[in-house]
């Protein structure tokens, strides 16, 4: 819709500009100018189905960092419910870490974005399984059977995936490192060279 405008407009500014023209003339030069215009703006306009391909996994990859983000969000709304100290703690630990890893993720290895992140997504999820059936046994201890094992292991499980995220982080940061002792290396030479200067 926009090039048939650019293409009009063109068309009408040249043909009022042409005005003294004779009519032949005025109208192939017009006529050529529109068509010129609406190349370029084709050109300009074009994507190759590999951007198009790009552009909608990159969508998809954020609208999976976007879930993971929301139900971050939950399960820090559900923290705020705990009486254990411990447990809080954990969880607090999670709007941290999380979105941090999912940075990390992105930044080291885009094209993984997608695929990190529903992985991730499936984790919180069942995480913020754990920390609403944590809050409901520290409230209402007597519905279950055995509530300090059910809280114990609602720890454990928040542990551990924590120590999932912190070890995802810290292999992503292997390869950073790598790449920073490289640079160590090229910063500056190990020694300074000594400079032969001639006497006069």
């Given at each position: 819709m926009s090039s048939l405008a650019a293409i009009a407009v063109v068309f009408i500014v040249m043909m009022i500009l042409l005005d003294g023209v004779a009519a032949v003339p005025r109208l192939a030069i017009s006529t050529g100018l529109a068509?010129?215009?609406a190349v370029g703006v084709s050109l300009v306009m074009w994507r190759s189905p590999a951007q198009i391909s790009?552009?909608?996994?990159n969508d998809d990859a954020e609208d999976k960092v976007r879930s993971c983000r929301r139900i971050v969000d939950e399960?820090?709304?559900q923290g705020h419910s705990l009486h254990s100290a411990s447990m809080k703690s954990l969880v607090q630990q999670i709007p941290k870490v999380v979105p941090d890893l999912l940075d990390r993720v992105k930044r080291a290895s885009p094209s993984s974005l997608y695929s990190s992140a529903s992985q991730l997504e499936g984790?919180?999820?069942?995480?913020s399984g754990v920390v609403s059936t944590y809050c409901d046994v520290e409230e209402h201890p007597s519905y279950y059977k055995q509530p300090d094992e059910v809280l114990l292991e609602g720890e454990q499980a928040t542990r551990r995936f924590l120590d999932f995220a912190v070890d995802s982080i810290r292999l992503?940061?292997?390869g950073d490192l790598a790449e920073y002792r490289a640079n160590l290396a090229?910063?500056?030479?190990p020694e300074?060279?000594?400079l032969a200067i001639e006497e006069k």
């Open positions: 068509i010129a215009t790009d552009d909608s996994y399960i820090s709304s984790h919180l999820r069942s995480l992503i940061n292997q090229t910063v500056a030479p300074m060279p000594v």
